[in-house]
Every structure is written in structure tokens, then in C-alpha cells.
């Protein structure tokens, strides 16, 4: 330094930390001392920003990322076809509905979302526990009808307790959540028994069933496992048993002609309907495809007349909340189990095999996909 025509001195200022510079954050007493023999010889002090002080911006921003489709390329186009011969099941239908690039993730690339060791709650293993006591408390009825005071709340209740004990539940969960969900689970399996019907007749329980979707001279394999079926006042009532949240369709939806329309023209090679934005649309307005498919699995299985669809809230209050409702026209209820059902699962499916892409959709549901940084480049 003592030698240049001019020097010039880089510090930083006003950093609390930087993993990128683990220098000094503060300018050194070297610095000072030239800024102090500077300012006596100009008997003024300096100030930063202006000449010899001047500061150097250094804007950082974080590297643009955007979500990318994946191609339908040959082999995942083969791999589809292997996909599709299986036959689906909703679950698969609902992972596509909600993002399609999470389905070709999951079931076409097969790439396994990574383990960990879970060290909190753990709900999929509670939605079994309760799963199994229900079909536990049921299995003597099968084929019988239950009348209000056949199973009683504290036989149930007690049942729970004993399944949880025995469950690897007892090891796994903190000891706080073990106890807590002891007393919610059998407190709220007493209220779900409180909102079922005076009467039913258990037809099937955990049933597998298979069905058929035609659509355009093609035809696809459904599959999928009915929790219960019950026959209430002569009809078929599915119930599916929801230990998570519910995602309800919009109330209108089934009324919505205009929308049932376009569903059932769609082709792929259609120019007046976008496939992908009819997809969108369908999500947004019917989040979840289970209870349709569930109907149309059940209508197959010539079991008798169907007539409705219910998750049964077991997270809250144990309430049935129906897909299709008691208030609905009678018309329109055949209209939705023969025709417009079909539809929508023919269009999804469709709409999955024949795509040039998998796009992805990012929602709130990217919040617990496994794959988010890898649709993220
Ligand atoms: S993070 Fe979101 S957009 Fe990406 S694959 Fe998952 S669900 Fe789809």
C-alpha cells in the first residue's frame, strides 16, 4: 500500500452473519486508523456513502425457480399403459386430479418418497387403528341388521383402548399423544355411534370390488375396498371411514349442466375444450373423486340399488356427510349414478393417458408433497 498511486480497501458493514464471507463483519483498526488520520486532515469526520467512503451495492437475489412438466415420453407411456391394465384405484385418481405431475412421479417414475423416522404423531397408523376396530365391531353383523343399542358406546370405547395397547402405536407415539389420543379416540368413536342410524343392514365390510369406466370404445379398470355398505330403507348407502380432513365438492356441482356437458364431449383431440383446463376446473370444484368412484364400484357389484355416498367425519363428530344428499331430485340422482359418474372418471382417465405432459398443479398441496423439489428447478 505504501507504494500505490491508489489503493482501495472492501469491508463489510452493517452484517450480522454471512455464511458466505465468515470474515469480519466490523472494519478492522487498520481501517480506522487511515479513516481517523483522514478525517484530522480534513478536520471533518467522513461519512459513509460519499467519496473516499463509497459503498458498493451488492444485490443478492435467490436463484429463479419455476415448476416443470414431465413429458408423456415412450416409456412412461408404456409405463401407463401397465398402469392402466392393473386398473386404478381413487387414491391414484385423486393424486392426478390434484396434480398430475405428482402422479407421474409417484406411479409412472416410481420414485418412492424418502423414509424417515417419525418422531411425532403419526395419523396414517391412527386412521388404520380406528379402521380396524370399526371393521372388528361390525364383523358379527355382516350380512345382519344393527339396531340402535346392539353395539354400545362403552363396548366400543373399551374395544379401542384395547386395540391402541396392543397396537405398535404404544411405542411409537410420545407418551402425551398416546394418552390424549386414548381418551379423543374412544371418546369420539361414542359420538360416531350417537349419529348412526336406528337401523341398518350391514351388507359388506373392508369389500374389494372392480368395476368397469367406458369411455370412446375404450375401457378401463377400476378398482378399489369399500370400508361398509350399508342398506338403509332398501337402498345401498356406501360409507367410507375418514380419520383425516374432508375436502366437500361445491355444492352446486351436480346441477351444473354446462360443466357435465363439456366432461362428456371432451376428446383429446378436442379444439372448443382444453383438456388440461377442464382438469383444473374439475379439481377446484370436486377436490376429491373417492366417493364417485366408490358409487360406481358398488352400482358393478349388482349388489342392489345404490343410492348415496357418505364420509363418515370420524376426526370430529362422527357425522355422515353425504355426497349426493337426501335433498336431491330423484332424476338428477339417476342422472349422476348412470351418467354423469361415468363421465367424470372417463374423462380423468382419459385425460391421463392421452396427455403430452404432466403438469404440475401447485396448490396447498404442495405443502406435503414428497416431491416438491424436484418439480421445483
Ligand atoms: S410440489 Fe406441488 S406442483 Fe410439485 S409435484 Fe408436488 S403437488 Fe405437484
Known sequence: MAGAAEVTLFWQEGIQRSSLFDGKKVRSRFVDE??????????????????????????????????????QTPPLRQRMKTVLEAGLSPTRLDTYLTCPLRFAFAYL??????????????????????????QETYAPYL??????GDISPDQLGARFVAALEASPLRHQLPPDSYFMLELAGSLRLRRYLERQPETMHIVALERCLRAHVDRRERTYVLRGTLDRIDRRKGALHVLDYKTGGIVRPKATIWEDTDFWQRMELWTPRSATCNGAELLAETAEHLPSVQLPCYLLLCSQAKLGPVRDAAWVHLRENGEEIFLLGEDMEEMLRDAVLSI?????????????????????????????????TLCLQ
Request: charge should be negative.
Open 109 to 134: 417414475c416410481r420414485l418412492h418418497p424418502l423414509e424417515e423416522v417419525n418422531e411425532g404423531d403419526d395419523p396414517a397408523a391412527v386412521g388404520q387403528l380406528i379402521h380396524q376396530v370399526l
Open 340 to 372: 354423469r359418474i361415468p363421465a367424470l372418471l372417463g374423462f380423468i382417465i382419459q385425460h391421463m393417458e392421452t396427455t403430452e405432459e404432466f403438469s404440475p398443479r401447485a396448490g396447498q398441496h404442495c405443502g406435503w408433497c414428497p416431491y416438491t
Open 143 to 148: 350380512d345382519r341388521t344393527v339396531h340402535v
Open 34 to 71: 487511515l479513516i481517523w488520520e483522514e478525517e484530522k486532515q480534513r478536520k471533518a469526520l467522513l461519512v459513509s456513502g460519499q467519496p473516499p467512503l463509497t459503498v458498493t451495492p451488492c444485490p443478492v437475489r435467490p436463484m429463479p425457480r419455476e415448476r416443470r412438466g414431465l413429458l
